[in-house]
């Protein structure tokens, strides 16, 4: 090892570790203090992804098939221009969540998200997500509550971005 080390949620690893162990979606600050069965059930399905500098993980218009508990990295959540002009509306790093247009129809991505720098994120699949919300109500509305200032937070920094652009 080259004496560096970085902590992963409680996992330290050297910079030339041969692998990186499996993230968990339980291990990730959104889903702490929500009901543990609920947590397995919503991260059942759930993929262990990392993405290298300038790599896409949503675009805009295409399916909302997950959320993304980002654990490292960071991701610009973008939006684009009719002339082609790419905008950051917000920032999402480590403990933060991304995605929030699997939520309701029509399912499909409002913004795009691109890795600043490498990115490991654990992905929930949105369809085991939203059953898992409809069965167990009460956690499902506890998620919700949750991710209501996220949606608000995103909603308000691309309203100051369109402001901005516009010079008003």
């Known amino acids: 090892m080259n004496g560096t080390a970085e902590v ?3 996992v330290v ?3 030339d570790s041969p692998k990186a162990p499996r993230l968990k979606a339980s291990d990730h600050p959104f889903l702490r203090g929500l009901d543990r069965e609920f ?18 993980l949503l675009r805009e218009g295409a399916v909302a098939d997950r959320f993304y508990l980002v654990f490292h990295g960071k991701v610009a959540v973008e939006v684009v221009s009719p002339e082609g002009v790419r905008r950051t509306v917000q920032t999402v790093g480590p403990g933060e969540v ?19 720098k490498e990115t490991r994120v654990v992905a929930l699949d949105a369809t085991a997500l939203r059953g898992a919300m409809e069965s167990r109500p009460t956690e499902g509305y506890r998620l ?25």
């Open 144 to 168: 919700l509550v949750r991710l209501l200032p996220v949606i608000g937070q995103r909603l308000e920094n691309t309203r100051s971005q369109l402001l901005e652009f516009q010079g008003v």
């Open 13 to 15: 690893m050297g910079h």
């Open 39 to 56: 947590v397995d059930a919503i991260s059942a399905d759930s993929t262990d992804e990392t993405y290298g500098t300038g790599e896409v």
């Open 8 to 10: 992963w949620y409680g």
């Open 98 to 116: 991304l995605g929030w247009s699997w939520i309701s129809a029509p399912y499909a991505w409002q913004f795009d998200g691109r890795a600043l």
